[in-house]
């Protein structure tokens, strides 16, 4: 993701005014409607001395680690959001594999050895549990 793309001027319009975004992390579009199955990603730093640019580096560096860590059969630069949360103090970043579908969350779920008891529904804003309908 390019910074002077149109895409990330919006993610930096999103955590200025709202102190969240969901991006993908390589097109740079905004989380949308979906399902969510996490993964294990955690970073923090503080916001005095660190810019929302480095963050996007250090992150965006540990992401082929990732994507070996989660290889399955799915598309994972599609799948692939970062969540960037503006506190006072820090920003905290955590990943996510988005699907549009809740039966391709299930299934990557599943194969990844993720309990689906952790699937995110955003538009209920709940988990879901496998024996649900979408």
Not at 58 to 75: F, L, S
Request: some cysteine.
């Amino acid at each position: 993701m390019q910074r002077d793309s149109i895409e990330f001027r919006e993610v930096v319009k999103l955590l200025v005014n709202k102190g969240n975004v969901s991006f993908n992390a390589f097109d740079g579009t905004i989380r949308k409607i979906g399902f969510l199955v996490p993964i294990e990603y955690y970073h923090e730093d503080l916001i005095d001395i660190v810019s929302f640019e480095e963050i996007v580096d250090v992150v965006t560096a540990d992401i082929p680690d990732i994507e070996k860590e989660y290889e399955v059969d799915y598309d994972f630069e599609k799948a692939l959001y970062i969540d960037v949360n503006a506190t006072e103090s820090f920003y905290e970043v955590t990943m996510d594999l988005w699907f549009e579908s809740f039966q391709e969350a299930v299934d990557v779920a599943e194969a990844l050895d993720i309990p689906s008891e952790e699937i995110y529904d955003i538009a209920n804003e709940c988990y879901i549990y496998d024996n649900e309908d979408d």
